[in-house]
């Protein structure tokens, strides 16, 4: 057999080979983006129903305002970045609830401060409730709008 008939050969073998393994590649790829595009989904829609169920239970007096605008505030980034922004009431109380101590900071707290930090988120609650309840509701109508803007999307 011909020297150039056995290198030609040899040449088609190692090309399809390379073919293929580049088509695998390229699969595998589609795969992942395909995994990483649902779990984005799911996160989003997580967090979509996250907001909303909050939202609806600040606005059903299920949740109190404080804990609800600090809740709003980490779930909000994922869904629209600065959102908290937009809601000036809500961003209000935030910055008044931000630093207050939780959980067993807070009980370490002598019982006085503890009672200090509670009138002051109380009334704060009380002087921004009508706003934070209307923006709770221009929020729930917000992140629907946009919300429906990226399933057209997708």
Same mark, same amino acid.
């Given at each position: 057999m011909n020297w150039t008939i056995v290198l030609s050969l040899v040449a088609v073998v190692i *090309?399809?080979?390379l073919v293929s393994?580049?088509?695998?590649?390229? $699969? !595998?790829?589609?795969?992942? +983006?395909q995994k990483i595009a649902a779990a984005r989904q799911k996160r989003?829609? /997580?967090? /979509?129903?996250?907001v909303q169920i909050i939202a609806k239970a600040m606005l059903n007096d299920d949740c109190n305002l404080s804990e609800?605008?600090?809740?709003? &505030? !980490?779930? $909000?980034?994922?869904?629209?970045p600065q959102a908290l922004d937009k809601y000036s009431a809500m961003q209000q109380l935030y910055q008044t609830v931000m630093e207050m101590p939780?959980?067993?900071?807070?009980?370490?707290?002598?019982?006085?401060?503890?009672?200090? $930090?509670? $009138?002051?988120?109380?009334?704060?609650? !009380?002087?921004?409730?009508? +706003? *934070? +309840?209307?923006?709770?509701?221009?929020?729930?109508?917000?992140?629907?709008?946009?919300?429906?803007?990226? &399933?057209?999307? &997708?």
């Open positions: *090309i399809v080979g393994y580049a088509t695998w590649l390229l $699969l !595998a790829l589609r795969r992942q +983006k989003h829609d /997580f967090t /979509f129903d996250s609800g605008v600090l809740r709003l &505030n !980490a779930l $909000l980034p994922g869904l629209q939780t959980h067993e900071a807070r009980r370490a707290l002598p019982k006085n401060q503890r009672m200090r $930090l509670d $009138l002051t988120r109380e009334s704060a609650e !009380a002087e921004l409730e009508q +706003k *934070i +309840k209307l923006e709770l509701r221009q929020l729930l109508s917000d992140i629907e709008i946009n919300n429906r803007k990226n &399933n057209v999307r &997708n």
